[in-house]
């Protein structure tokens, strides 16, 4: 029988894909056969992943489990220091192996926490999460939010392998699955047409495709990383509708409803077209359809307009902007975007008031 395995060749390191990822890891893992191994979860990979993961991997029985709370109010430099101590209290040492199983809160964090203890020890992802297994799985980004700026803390450092096991995402429930679902139309509106109309008729409702969509997406991914790992120039494709959508996710999460990452990003690929519109003339036909799309796939409520002057604030405030300029991926057309576009304020409001304008 054949095995149902893919592999993508990143800068340093593979992500593997398909359910019989475990079978590499497990024959991975006799390296560290004498050494600590530490695997941070939080209480819901804890719950529905860590028990499938230690059937398939003994060794992994006598790993020392660190677990944290979930969600990204923890992913901060505070809960770090614990996990550092936790570490260190257990006796880790520069042999010691962190494995990460969670979704893009755990590998962002775990990642920056190996990379940094005793000046940086083996990490392994197992990303759990759609989101994390098309997106936060490749790059070797890690790191963590700073007074609820998103990323501002971190470093470039890849983990020795990504396991993506598409089996995990069955008990994902499917507002999160959405949320990763909108990381996925983002690659395709950036870079690959054909996946964007796949994607638009709902590629994510059958699971039989879930592999093709985690496969599609990380092949985009990679290519673009590989060829700009500390994102000079093409990496920046990626931002497209973070720039907006990182300002929208940090002011969502100070309310009592806040939005999960793709959400926000939905919003910010939404504004970030009519910029695209307007700055870049992307046909007025293709804007219309990618709102269509989103609309159709996410529940949008009015941004309000005494915050949009606080929404500015944050973009400034982003990593991504040199000087006072506020800069930005765009389309160009549906599948090919184009990075390094300025938008002043009036153009950004403008963007704003236009998706309030289509709820
Ligand atoms: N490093 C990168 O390149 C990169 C790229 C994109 C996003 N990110 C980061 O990823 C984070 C978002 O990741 P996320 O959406 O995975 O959020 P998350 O890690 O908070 O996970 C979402 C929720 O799903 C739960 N969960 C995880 N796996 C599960 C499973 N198999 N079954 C049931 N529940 C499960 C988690 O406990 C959590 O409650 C953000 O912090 C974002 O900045 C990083
Ligand atoms: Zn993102």
């Given amino acids: 029988m054949t ?3 893919k592999i993508f060749k990143t800068n340093n390191s593979e992500v593997y894909v398909g359910n ?8 991975m893992l006799g390296r560290y056969a004498n050494q600590k191994i530490f695997l941070l979860v939080d209480e819901n990979t804890l719950l529905h992943c860590v028990p499938a993961l230690i059937t398939k991997i003994k060794v992994l029985e006598d790993a020392e ?3 944290i709370e979930s969600g990204e109010e923890n992913k901060t430099i505070d809960i770090c220091y614990q996990i550092w101590k936790t570490m260190a209290d257990y006796e880790a040492d520069r042999n010691s192996l962190l494995i990460n199983l969670g979704g893009g809160v755990i590998t962002d964090m775990g990642g920056f926490i190996a990379s940094t203890f005793k000046r940086g020890i083996d990490f392994v992802n197992i990303p759990t999460t759609l989101l994390s297994q098309i997106d936060a799985s490749v790059g070797g980004k890690t790191g963590v939010d700073l007074d609820g700026l998103k990323n501002m803390i971190g470093v470039f450092n890849e983990p020795i392998g990504v396991f993506v096991c598409p089996d995990f995402l069955k008990t994902l429930d499917k507002r999160q699955m959405m949320s990763g679902y909108a990381e996925a139309l983002k690659h395709a509106l950036i870079a690959d047409a054909d996946y964007w109309n796949d994607l638009k008729n709902g590629m994510l409702s059958d699971g039989n495709y879930w592999s093709d969509l985690i496969c599609r997406s990380i092949e985009i991914k990679n290519q673009i990383v590989t060829q700009d790992p500390k994102e000079k120039k093409e990496r920046k ?29 939905a919003v910010g690929m939404i504004t970030e077209s009519f910029l ?27 941004l309000e307009s005494d915050k949009f002057h606080q929404l500015l604030e944050l973009m400034k405030n982003d990593k991504k902007n040199s000087r006072d300029e506020i800069n930005f991926t765009l389309l160009q057309k ?26």
């Fill in 276 to 302: 695209s519109n307007q700055i870049l003339n992307l046909p007025e036909i293709e804007l219309k359809e990618i709102v269509k799309t989103l609309k159709c796939f996410y529940k949008f409520n009015k």
């Fill in 334 to 359: 549906i599948g090919e975007g184009s990075v390094n576009h300025s938008a002043d304020f009036t153009q950004i409001i403008d963007a704003l008031n236009y998706y309030n304008s289509i709820l």
């Fill in 237 to 265: 494709l990626l931002n497209f509708g973070h720039t907006i959508g990182h300002a929208v996710e940090t002011c969502s999460l100070k309310t009592d409803a806040p939005l999960l990452h793709g959400e926000a990003i």
């Fill in 20 to 27: 019989d990822v475990m079978l590499v890891l497990n024959e």
């Fill in 3 to 5: 095995k149902d395995l």
């Fill in 65 to 67: 489990i660190i677990e």
